[in-house]
């Protein structure tokens, strides 16, 4: 009886080793450059596809991300009970007036949050639009961790993963590595 226990204890111990290890393989992270300050930046051929997600626009309508394609887009994940998404949101702004002429697009993506809380937030601080997520679903698909809100995503104009923010920003930091996005020609020549 003893060396079952200890047989059907080795197995699950195996199973949970092998479990493991597969989760550390792979991540698309290890393709890319990461600076001493943590930002995570993909060079064009190391870059990941974006998730495609929808969703609900926090102040109604739906939201798809295919619809983007050829801009490049700016996804920022908040939650209006975060301070520091408080603190970066005139820089995210800012970012997204100065650099939208130049084919760039925001969108937030509000977690964990109460709808009305969200939008009295939101309300009158930024000109583009926000999912309403509160069960973060859309930070699971781009694997944004619960406590690495705020985080903030640039995709290229292909619907890839450029750079990656798993914290606050400000516009001098983040203005500059947007508009290196904008630069970037497609292989269409756009």
């Not at 393709?31 to 109604?60: F, H, K, M, W, Y």
């Not at 995503?153 to 996005?181: C, F, H, M, S, Y």
């Amino acid at each position: 009886m003893a060396g079952r226990r200890l047989t059907s204890t080795l197995a699950v111990a195996v199973a949970a080793a092998l479990s493991l290890s597969a989760c550390s393989e792979g991540s698309w992270e290890d393709d890319c450059q990461t600076s001493p300050e943590g930002v995570i930046e993909c060079a064009p051929g190391n870059r990941p596809a974006a998730p495609q997600i929808t969703g609900e626009l926090l102040d109604g309508g739906r939201y798809e991300l295919a619809g983007e394609r050829g801009q490049v887009v700016v996804i920022n994940f908040w939650g209006s009970w975060c301070a520091p998404c408080r603190a970066e949101i005139d820089d995210l702004e800012e970012t997204y007036q100065a650099t939208r002429d130049q084919g760039v697009v925001f969108l937030g993506v509000n977690v964990r949050d109460d709808r009305d809380k969200a939008k009295a937030f939101h309300s009158g601080r930024t000109s583009y639009p926000s999912i309403f997520d509160p069960a973060g679903r859309t930070a699971l698909d781009f694997d944004v961790p619960p406590n690495a809100v705020p985080s903030t995503i640039i995709l290229d104009r292909e619907g890839r993963i450029a750079a990656v923010l798993r914290r606050a920003t400000v516009v001098n930091e983040l203005r500059p590595l947007v508009e290196r996005v904008a630069a970037e020609q497609t292989p269409g020549g756009a």
